[in-house]
């Protein structure tokens, strides 16, 4: 099993839908939880972290589940600019640093 | 703030050829990761320093890569010989702490190797 795995996609969705990404991971020593946003051609940045009591930021909802060792991002109202791909990091376990291979959304008008 | 740096943000070089890359973190940054990004296999994280010494190489591909980090504010990823397999987004990434924080990235290098 990969220590990180996301699907690859791509999500194709409409305008104003709501979509959820989920993060599996293996290593149970994972300590904290992001999720980044990658523009085509451009660097990773930072969307949000990942707390264990979930937390939320605007249209964008992160969640932990440490028992099923997933996270998820949950977007709502879809905007054309969502669209990127979503990388999930995983890191301080055992001072490992994990990225998934990201999840690409395409937001359709 | 300037946030990370790197140079060149561009290289083309024949195989066979020395490569340097050079990233400045952001000031006061006590963590740097060097990432290898390509279509195949996402992003990789190469090497990984703290207080300027590397805590974990283990993504380092073989013996022609080599990273150094002489001090705070600046840190190089050497691949000799290159080769086209090299041709890759290479990124650098610093955070204020551990490896548990967030990460903050440069623009990337774009290395072809021909």
């Known amino acids: 099993r990969k220590e990180v795995e996301q699907d690859p996609g791509p999500f194709n969705v409409p305008e104003g839908a709501t979509v959820a990404f989920n993060c599996t991971y293996s290593?149970?020593?994972?300590?904290?939880f992001f999720w980044y946003r990658q523009d085509c051609r451009k660097e990773p940045k930072l969307l949000m972290s990942v707390y264990s009591s979930g937390n939320e930021d605007g249209r964008f909802t992160a969640q932990l589940n440490r028992a099923s060792q997933y996270i998820s991002l949950l977007i709502r109202d879809s905007k054309l600019s969502d669209s990127a791909t979503y990388l999930c990091l995983l890191s301080g376990g055992y001072q490992k640093v994990t990225f998934g291979t990201g999840t690409k959304l395409q937001v359709i008008p | 703030d300037a946030g990370v740096i790197q140079s060149p943000r561009h290289e083309v070089t024949e195989m066979g050829q020395e490569v340097t890359l050079r990233c400045k973190p952001i000031?006061?940054?006590?963590?740097l990761f060097w990432y290898r990004q390509t279509m195949m296999r996402g992003l990789e994280l190469l090497i990984y320093?703290?207080?300027?010494?590397?805590?974990?190489d283990s993504g380092m591909p073989e013996d022609r890569f080599s990273a150094k980090m002489p001090n705070a504010s600046f840190s190089t990823l050497k691949i000799q010989p290159s080769e086209p397999r090299d041709s890759a987004v290479y990124f650098c990434a610093s955070s204020f702490g551990t490896s548990k924080e967030t990460q903050y990235f440069g623009p990337g290098t774009r290395l072809l190797v021909l």
């Open positions: 000031s006061g940054h006590n963590s």
């Open positions: 290593n149970s020593a994972s300590q904290s």
């Open positions: 320093f703290n207080n300027n010494v590397p805590i974990d």
